[in-house]
C-alpha cells in the first residue's frame, strides 16, 4: 500500500493535481494509463521493461482502497475508482520447483562442500532458508523478517507476521528443525534478526531475492524466487488431499488462488476421476443389484482401462 500512494503522491505533484478532495476518476485513469506505459522499475533486473499488468491491477485494488477509506472518513464525497472497471488480467499459472531440482539446490548448499569457516556459515545458513521455503508457505518478506525467538524448537514451529499484520503460526519437519539447529549453532550474534551475513549484518529481503536468483542460476533453474516454492508447497499439499481450510490457516490466505488448483495437472484429475468416478460408483451399485450397465450390450469391460466395441476393433484409453 505505501508504495502504491508513495507513487501517487509523486505523481500528482509532477502534474499538479488538486487537493484530495477535487480529484476525479479521469485523474485516476490518467495514472493508471501512465503506470501501464513507464517503465518498470525493477527493469534492470527483469526482462520486463515496463509493470506487468497484474502490478497494475494490484495498485488499482490498493488505491481502491485507499479512496474507499477517504470516502468512510469524509474527506471525499465519491470514489473516483467506483467507475473505473476492474483491470482484467490474465492468471498464469506460476511454475513449480520439481523434487530433483530441490536435491540440486541442496547440493549446492550442502556444507560439506565448504572449505572456509565463512563458507560453512554460508552454506549452512543457505540450507536452513531452502528447507524453510520447502517444509512452509513462508513469503520472503516474512523470511527476511524472522528473528531468533520466531523458531521453537521445542514445539518444531515458526512464527511469522503476515500481511495485514496478521501473526500465524507455522508447523515444521524434522529435517527444517535440524537445519534450522546446525544453523543456530555457527550463528554468534546479540542481533535479533534470524538471517545473517559473514559479517554479521541482518540479510533482507532484496538479498534474500539474489541470493536465490544466483543459486538457481547454479542449478540450472529459471527465474528461481520465493514465491515458487510458496506456489509447491501449495500444490503439493492440494495433492496429498490436504485440506483447504488448514492451507489457509497455515499460509495466510484469505482464498486459496484458482492458479495452485490448475497447476494440478491432468494426470493429477485423471487419478482422482478414476478414484471419485460417479460413473464408476453407479456402475458398482449396478452390479451389486445384478444389473448390467448397457441395455444393448455394447460395451463389454475388458479390464479396468480397456473397453471392447463388438465386432468393433477394440481400442485403449490412454
Given at each position: 500500500m505505501e508504495i502504491c500512494l508513495r507513487g501517487l503522491a509523486e505523481y500528482a505533484r509532477a502534474?499538479?493535481?488538486p487537493g484530495v478532495s477535487r480529484i476525479t476518476t479521469l485523474h485516476v485513469e490518467e495514472y493508471l494509463v501512465y503506470l501501464q506505459e513507464r517503465p518498470s522499475q525493477l527493469g534492470k533486473r527483469s526482462p520486463k521493461p515496463r509493470l506487468s499488468a497484474s502490478s497494475v491491477e494490484t495498485h488499482y485494488r490498493r488505491l481502491k482502497?485507499?479512496?474507499a477509506w477517504l470516502k468512510q472518513r469524509g474527506y471525499i464525497e465519491t470514489n473516483p475508482l467506483d467507475l473505473i472497471q476492474h483491470p482484467k488480467i490474465e492468471e498464469?499459472?506460476?511454475p513449480t520447483v520439481p523434487d530433483q531440482q530441490i536435491l540440486d539446490l541442496l547440493e549446492l548448499v550442502d556444507p560439506r562442500h565448504a572449505r572456509t569457516p565463512a563458507e560453512r556459515?554460508?552454506?549452512l545458513r543457505n540450507r536452513a532458508i531452502i528447507w524453510l521455503l520447502v517444509d512452509t508457505p513462508i513469503r520472503r518478506a516474512e523470511l527476511a523478517g524472522l528473528s531468533v525467538d520466531n523458531i521453537d524448537l521445542d514445539a518444531g514451529t515458526v512464527t511469522v507476521?503476515?500481511?495485514?499484520?496478521?501473526?500465524?503460526?507455522?508447523p515444521l519437519g524434522e529435517t527444517s528443525l535440524l537445519a534450522l539447529w546446525d544453523y543456530l549453532q555457527v550463528r554468534q550474534s546479540r542481533l535479533?534478526?534470524?538471517w545473517l551475513d559473514e559479517h554479521g549484518y541482518p540479510l533482507t529481503a532484496e538479498g534474500i531475492y539474489i541470493f536465490l536468483k544466483r543459486?538457481?542460476?547454479r542449478a540450472g533453474i529459471l527465474n528461481l524466487h520465493a514465491h515458487r516454492f510458496r506456489h509447491t508447497f501449495a500444490t503439493s499439499y492440494l495433492r496429498s488431499g490436504g485440506s483447504e481450510r488448514y492451507l489457509r490457516i497455515v499460509g495466510g490466505w484469505r482464498r486459496i488462488p484458482d492458479t495452485y488448483f490448475r497447476t494440478i495437472d491432468a494426470e493429477d484429475v485423471a487419478r482422482a476421476h478414476r478414484q471419485l468416478s460417479p460413473g464408476d460408483r453407479l456402475s458398482q451399485q449396478l452390479k451389486a443389484h445384478?444389473?448390467?450397465g448397457s441395455k444393448t450390450g455394447l460395451l463389454e469391460s475388458r479390464g479396468p482401462l480397456e473397453l471392447r466395441v463388438k465386432k468393433k476393433k477394440s481400442f485403449q484409453i490412454k
Open positions: 502534474h499538479r493535481w482502497t485507499f479512496f498464469r499459472v506460476i556459515f554460508r552454506a507476521m503476515g500481511k495485514g499484520r496478521r501473526e500465524r503460526v507455522m535479533t534478526h534470524l543459486l538457481g542460476k445384478g444389473r448390467s
